[in-house]
């Protein structure tokens, strides 16, 4: 059984409209996340804020069906935060939000073979503050810090803040996860983001993912690109937070984040897994990540 995992971020209720209609369900880039690492095996802690309302009840009934243990951060709110998806005619979402990040207090991260962080949660002030300090507590400690900026610019408008969270949380992660649209707005002409990445601070691995095109993986002793999987796509909600937690549960399965290296054939099993755990998402509808028998039953069946 890999060891424990703490999420920190926000959760939410996606509002999603599109040719079919309008749904509603659980939502929120670090809550997908904590899902998705509970159903792969991995004990799984979500350190958030969520309402007394109905949209809360839904929140926890979800967290709840996937074993994820809850702390409820204060201050104590009485509404959920909301985000809504407007979906093209290809599956593809465009966001709005209306949330609040401010808690207070957060979990201690000594005991945890991982933190992971990223979204609103890590650039939203005032609660990004005190995420970036958990992290400095957790990098002082020498816990392994997962981090996927996963970039809003439509709630954290302010680019040249972000960039700065985003830089300083980089330098502490161990590995760090950025799909293209997050490298071209953070770093536009950069020639290579994940040399930047890797090239300083504590970041073993850093992933570049670029939709239905190749992922890229690099580390210190490799640099590898994987074609993902060719699905049918009902659309891509939740899709790069499935794909970063089959990547934290395979690390964390193979005890990959304590120093071990990280070679060619390493990346390509890790690139593969994770991109199966995104694909399988884009197949049904909103944030629904793979247990993991249906993760395994994937790679038996390519």
């Not at 409820?72 to 959920?80: E, G, K």
């Not at 005991?111 to 990098?139: E, H, K, M, R, Y």
């Not at 803040?161 to 330098?171: K, L, P």
Request: hydrophobic share 40%; glycine share 8%; net charge negative.
């Amino acid at each position: 059984m890999p060891d424990p995992i703490l999420v920190i971020g926000e959760s939410l209720v996606d509002i999603t409209v599109g040719p079919g209609g309008t749904t509603t369900r659980p939502g929120g880039s670090p809550l997908n996340i904590a899902v998705g690492c509970a159903r792969l095996g991995v004990s799984t802690v979500l350190a958030t804020q969520i309402g007394d309302d109905e949209a809360g009840e839904l929140v926890r009934d979800h967290l709840d069906s996937s074993d994820v243990d809850v702390r409820s951060l204060p201050p104590h709110r009485p509404d959920t935060s909301v985000a809504r998806a407007d979906l093209d005619s290809a599956g593809h979402a465009t966001y709005s939000f209306d949330l609040a990040w401010d808690p207070t207090e957060l979990p201690s991260p000594e005991g945890f073979g991982c933190i992971q962080v990223g979204s609103i949660g890590a650039t939203l002030a005032p609660g990004a503050d005190a995420v970036d300090a958990l992290t400095a507590q957790a990098a002082d400690a020498g816990v392994p810090i997962g981090f996927d900026p996963n970039v809003r610019p439509t709630i954290t408008p302010d680019l040249a803040d972000v960039r700065r969270r985003v830089d300083a949380m980089a330098e502490r992660a161990t590995v760090v996860k950025l799909s293209d649209e997050d490298a071209e707005l953070l770093y536009p002409g950069e020639p290579d983001v994940l040399a930047r990445l890797t090239g300083r601070g504590r970041t073993a691995l850093a992933v570049l993912t670029c939709g239905g095109r190749a992922v890229r993986m690099r580390s210190a002793a490799a640099d590898i690109e994987v074609a993902p999987p060719t699905v049918e796509v009902v659309d891509t909600i939740g899709a790069g937070d499935s794909f970063m937690s089959a990547l934290l549960a395979r690390l964390l399965e193979h005890e990959l984040l304590t120093g071990a290296a990280l070679d060619s054939a390493a990346l390509v099993d890790l690139a593969n897994t994770a991109a199966r755990a995104a694909a399988i998402t884009c197949t049904r509808p909103g944030a629904d990540p793979p247990t993991r028998r249906e993760l395994a039953d994937s790679e038996t069946s390519t």
